[in-house]
């Protein structure tokens, strides 16, 4: 049922009424029909790809599904609401998606990240629309996702890309976890109460409230992310574990060279104690000496580096994508987030700015990112290049979706 979903037409918070119980935001067509890109295949292999979507379950470990502003300088999270993109997510074949809300970022209350008010009031919101529709189920499971899957349904998963929020109170996991979240990161690129982020210059590891979380992270079945980690964070982390984590969304510095990379050390960490490593494109994150612009190229470089070096059993997707304009969010990113004294400095006299552990050319960047540009066109071409480079289809699934299935059974318990 992967590829054939049961979407009535649903649309997000249609129950209330604009402008009275909201403030009216233009959001970007989901499906930008100038930069939407399929990647080409023969008849044969196009119907090959039809029948794999349609009996493998796919799961993406790492999205943002939502519609992003028209004009990306008007926020959308100081409402704390959400716009799920229903219509366009049910084209995309996923049959389970790792929202991670508002990644670590959100200002509804305060600039520097997101607080406990805030993802109770998204997290809040966001279930509410949820209840009032029947294609998304809120996913708690690992059976859950076979019955979206068999219902033509899609499963999804609440995340919350760091636990900046739980501040020092360990039992916060606890109520996260009751409340849906079913996924966190440690940290979101700056350091927290819990460890280091991979933009602080010095690393200090897991704190020892970092250490109780993780345990109790363990105890309630709840998913570790070590994405925004700094290396030693993340290693500390991999270690004390007592159940395999993920990187949701990464690549190797080997073909990328940034912070916001993982070296190749903690990637075969994370493999040898059983864990999932989720490739990712995010906007212009991802590019390799050899693709040096941010495209479905430069992904599939780093999706086969991954698989070669540290085995297809433990390789992912998660792609890290978002319907909006992904490119400007980079550029505005870097401009505003300047001006708060997070790390992002700009080099005098150049449009250069380092951000996110990158040096990032807001002038060179893309207009937008081919092949990669939004959930609904991601794992498909994914599937679609694997399919083309000679990938059977026992491999294909396992990147897709079956290395998730493996750590959510030993996880979620």
């Known amino acids: 049922m992967g590829g054939k979903k049961k979407y009535s037409g649903y649309k997000a918070y249609s129950y209330l009424e604009p402008e009275k119980d909201y403030e009216v935001i233009k959001y970007r067509e989901p499906l930008v029909k100038e930069w939407s890109y399929t990647y080409p295949l023969p008849k044969e292999e196009e119907d090959r790809f039809r029948e794999f979507i349609d009996k493998n379950i796919i799961i993406d470990l790492h999205e943002h599904p939502v519609l992003y502003p028209a004009n990306m300088a008007k926020s959308q999270n100081n409402q704390g609401r959400e716009v799920m993109a229903y219509d366009a997510l049910s084209a995309s074949g996923i049959d389970a998606i790792f929202d991670n809300q508002m990644d670590g970022s959100c200002d509804i209350t305060s600039k520097h990240g997101t607080k406990w008010t805030d993802i109770i ?18 996913c708690r499971r690992v059976e859950d996702i076979y019955n979206a899957f068999s219902d033509g349904r899609l499963a999804w998963v609440a995340v919350l890309e760091s636990l900046n929020c739980i501040e020092n109170e360990v039992d916060r996991v606890d109520i996260l976890y009751g409340l849906g979240i079913r996924q966190a990161g440690i940290t979101y690129s700056e350091s927290n109460m819990l460890g280091s982020g991979l933009k602080e210059k010095c690393d200090g590891g897991l704190t020892d409230f970092g250490f109780d979380c993780v345990t109790r992270m363990n105890k309630v079945g709840m998913l570790i992310d070590v994405s925004h980690c700094g290396d030693k964070t993340a ?10 984590i993920i990187i949701s969304h990464c690549g190797s510095q080997t073909l990328t060279p940034t912070s916001r990379m993982l070296p190749d050390d903690v990637i075969n960490e994370l493999a040898r104690r059983g864990g999932v490593f989720g490739v990712e494109m995010a906007g212009a994150v991802v590019k390799t000496k050899e693709h040096p612009i941010a495209s479905l190229d430069a992904y599939t470089e780093q999706l086969e580096y991954c698989i070669k ?3 297809i059993d433990h390789v992912g997707c998660g792609p890290d994508t978002l319907y909006g304009d992904h490119i400007q969010m980079y550029k505005m990113g870097a401009v505003k987030n300047n001006t708060k004294g997070m790390g992002h400095t700009r080099r005098p006299g150049t449009p250069e700015y380092e951000f996110l552990g990158m040096t990032m050319n807001i002038e060179s960047l893309p207009e937008y990112v081919k092949g990669m540009e939004n959930p609904t066109e991601a794992i498909p071409n994914v599937i679609r290049w694997m399919i083309d480079h000679g990938y059977s289809d026992s491999e294909i699934a396992k990147v897709a979706g079956l290395n998730a299935i493996r750590v959510l059974k030993e996880v979620w318990k």
């Open 121 to 138: 009031q998204n997290l809040g919101m966001r279930l509410c629309d949820i209840q009032h529709q029947d294609f998304i189920m809120h």
């Open 235 to 244: 290693l500390d982390t991999i270690n004390l574990s007592n159940k395999p």
């Open 309 to 311: 070096t540290f085995g």
